[in-house]
């Protein structure tokens, strides 16, 4: 059994990264094209929320490609861990009364992104097999 979860671990890491890079852009989606939940409030992109909002769309992709997967997911962890504290902290200490889980929960799992890497099935493995030939 050992060697059979060893065997998927790498497999397993990949499979993290592209089901958060995917459940990740969605609210991208939603704060820049109301899709696939309509915004409460206009989009503007010189705003906080426009920064966030593009953040989101597009660093999730790259988090689900696994491409500048380290860098990317870095920067999303502050996005995450900067929002769970302008947003949600003020409305309360605990996450599960101020509603910001979701943040903290993102910022973490992008954090341990950065520190393990994209895994198996990543463009950035692709490059790194081919850079060693």
Same mark, same amino acid.
């Given at each position: 059994m050992a060697q059979l979860l060893e065997i998927w671990k790498p497999r397993l890491l990949s499979?993290?990264?592209?089901?958060?890079g995917f459940l990740f852009m969605q609210h991208g989606g939603q704060k820049i094209f109301g899709y696939p939940v309509p915004q409460y409030s206009? %989009?503007?992109l010189f705003s906080i929320m426009g920064v966030?909002?593009?953040?989101?769309l597009a660093?999730? %992709?790259?988090?689900?490609?696994?491409?500048?997967?380290?860098?990317? +997911?870095f920067?999303?962890?502050?996005?995450? +861990?900067? +929002?769970y504290f302008m947003v949600h902290?003020?409305?309360? %200490?605990w996450p599960i009364v101020n509603g910001g889980e979701l943040a903290?929960?993102?910022?973490?799992?992008?954090?341990?992104?950065? +520190?393990?890497g994209p895994g198996e099935w990543s463009i950035d493995r692709i490059w790194a097999v081919k850079n060693q030939k």
């Amino acid at each position: 059994m050992a060697q059979l979860l060893e065997i998927w671990k790498p497999r397993l890491l990949s499979i993290l990264r592209i089901i958060t890079g995917f459940l990740f852009m969605q609210h991208g989606g939603q704060k820049i094209f109301g899709y696939p939940v309509p915004q409460y409030s206009d %989009f503007d992109l010189f705003s906080i929320m426009g920064v966030a909002g593009t953040l989101e769309l597009a660093g999730g %992709f790259l988090i689900m490609l696994g491409l500048f997967t380290r860098s990317t +997911a870095f920067l999303l962890s502050g996005l995450m +861990a900067v +929002a769970y504290f302008m947003v949600h902290v003020p409305q309360g %200490f605990w996450p599960i009364v101020n509603g910001g889980e979701l943040a903290a929960l993102y910022s973490f799992v992008f954090l341990y992104l950065c +520190a393990a890497g994209p895994g198996e099935w990543s463009i950035d493995r692709i490059w790194a097999v081919k850079n060693q030939k």
